[in-house]
């Protein structure tokens, strides 16, 4: 069982927004503003596409944001377009033990 | 830019151990500030970080996994390494090695398939 809890999958048509949940606790999500998003293509490396929450990677569409509140954090992909079909996973920083706890991964198709 | 490649024995066989070698290119893995990572993930399935590792050997690992895995580093090869001891057919896995300070990951390998069969 993964750590940070995510929606299996989420859809929406071209043009529209989408939000992707992951929910942790207070040991990881709650307390620590360190929260990162990854896209991954099949059968490729997943790309990290969020940091720090809000922060964009250069080379990153502003189509993608990322924002927080108590335990959970979302990311929301604005203007969605056919490329964005992929798998999204969260990670939050949780302290010593482990440091680095994952989603189990969201699939996001655009209709 | 920095990048990854990982290498290792892609069948291993149940209650072996499973070593895999990560070389690093474009930059030194001396380079302050940042951690060197395995991740895994199942087949058709989530990410499960496993553990990383700083140049200096400073070691953090999942605790769900520590008792099975060691990290290394060689800076001399500018590389790092994971070993994991018993294997079961559990550990079957896309195995990934990543850079990145210590609560993301911004450069990945590629990914290389373990899997564990006799």
């Known amino acids: 069982q993964s750590a940070l809890s995510q929606p299996a999958s989420v859809s929406g048509s071209p043009g529209q927004s989408i939000t992707i949940s992951c929910t942790g606790t207070n040991s990881d999500v709650g307390t620590y503003d360190l929260v990162s998003w990854y896209q991954q293509y099949p059968g490729k490396a997943p790309k990290l596409i969020i940091y720090g929450v809000t922060k964009r990677p250069s080379g990153v569409s502003n189509r993608f944001s990322g924002s927080k509140s108590g335990n959970t954090a979302s990311l929301t992909v604005s203007g969605l377009q056919a490329e964005d079909e992929a798998d999204y996973y969260c990670c939050s920083y949780a302290g010593i033990s482990p440091p680095l706890v994952f989603g189990g991964g969201t699939k996001l198709t655009v209709l | 830019q920095v990048q990854l490649q990982e290498s290792g024995p892609g069948l291993v066989k149940p209650s072996q151990t499973l070593s895999l070698t990560c070389t690093v290119s474009?930059?030194?893995?001396?380079?302050?500030?940042?951690?060197w990572s395995w991740i895994r993930q199942y087949p058709g399935k989530g990410l499960e970080w496993i553990g990383y590792?700083?140049?200096?050997?400073?070691?953090y690992y999942n605790p769900s996994l520590k008792s099975r895995i060691s990290l290394s580093v060689d800076t001399s090869k500018n590389q790092f390494s994971l070993k994991v001891n018993s294997v079961t057919a559990a550990d079957t896995a896309v195995y990934y090695c990543a850079r990145g300070p210590h609560d993301f990951c911004d450069f990945w390998g590629q990914g290389t398939l373990v899997t564990v069969s006799s």
């Open positions: 474009g930059g030194s893995i001396k380079t302050g500030g940042y951690y």
């Open positions: 590792i700083y140049y200096s050997g400073s070691t």
